[in-house]
Structure formats: structure tokens, C-alpha cells
């Protein structure tokens, strides 16, 4: 069972970036995914998350209208663009997994039974870096 985040790299401000988490060893349809993202010296936030029942989409104040989150089940991959990139989105990005119906509702009110560690399956992460 492996989640793969890969896709970050270096751009600049105003630039985009696609990352993607791919599964392996399980049915994604079933989970919800979720995205995480860490500063050197801070605590991980939630950044997005999508459902497994009817796919529907939340995201952190932060992202939101700039970022998208998107699921390909035949691929067994989702996806998060990033547009309108700041510097201060620059990250290490982590995906997450989980079978709990109500993960994504959880994560949206920062429950503590949303936190990352709390996640079925979690993936390592990928660094995202926006400067000029």
C-alpha cells in the first residue's frame, strides 16, 4: 500500500504547478484524499481535500479560487493544481488517504481527527518552492 506525492519543483510567483498522488496496493474510489502541506518550523495544515462518494471538493481560505483538486480513479491518481502561486505557498505537499466518509467534512473544520497522522494511508511529500 504506497502514496506517491510527486509534480513540486521550483517556479515563480504567479507561476503553476500540477502535483499528483498516485495509489498503489488499493482501490482509491473508496477514500477520500486529502492535501497537506509543512513549513520548515511550522505545523502541517490541510490544504484540500476531495470525497470518494460524489467527489465533492473543499479547500483551505488560504488556496481557495486558486487551487483545484481533482480525482482520476481509473488512474488512481489525484491531482492538485496550483495556480497564482506566492511564495508563501512554498511547502513540502503531502497526500493522504482515508476511508472515513466524513474525512473531508472533518478536515474542513481542522477537526483533530482530520490531522494528517490521523489518515488511513499517508504519502511522503513533495517540495514545492515559489520564488524569483
Known amino acids: 500500500v504506497q502514496l506517491q506525492a510527486s509534480g513540486g519543483g521550483l517556479v515563480q510567483p504567479g507561476g503553476s504547478l500540477r502535483l499528483s498522488c498516485a495509489a498503489s496496493g488499493f482501490t482509491l474510489d473508496y477514500y477520500g484524499i486529502g492535501w497537506f502541506r509543512q513549513i520548515p518550523g511550522k505545523e502541517r495544515e490541510w490544504v484540500s481535500c476531495?470525497?470518494?462518494?460524489?467527489?465533492?471538493?473543499y479547500y483551505a481560505g488560504s488556496v481557495k479560487g486558486r487551487f483545484t483538486i481533482s480525482r482520476d480513479n481509473a488512474r488512481a491518481t489525484v491531482y492538485l493544481q496550483m495556480n497564482s502561486l506566492k511564495p508563501e505557498d512554498t511547502a513540502v505537499y503531502y497526500c493522504?488517504?482515508?476511508?472515513?466518509?466524513?474525512?473531508?467534512?472533518?478536515?474542513?473544520?481542522?477537526?483533530?481527527?482530520?490531522?494528517?497522522?490521523?489518515?488511513?494511508?499517508r504519502g511522503q511529500g513533495t517540495q514545492v518552492t515559489v520564488s524569483s
Open positions: 493522504a488517504a482515508d476511508l472515513r466518509s466524513l474525512i473531508c467534512a472533518m478536515a474542513t473544520v481542522l477537526s483533530p481527527d482530520a490531522n494528517f497522522g490521523s489518515w488511513g494511508h
Open positions: 476531495i470525497s470518494s462518494s460524489d467527489g465533492s471538493t
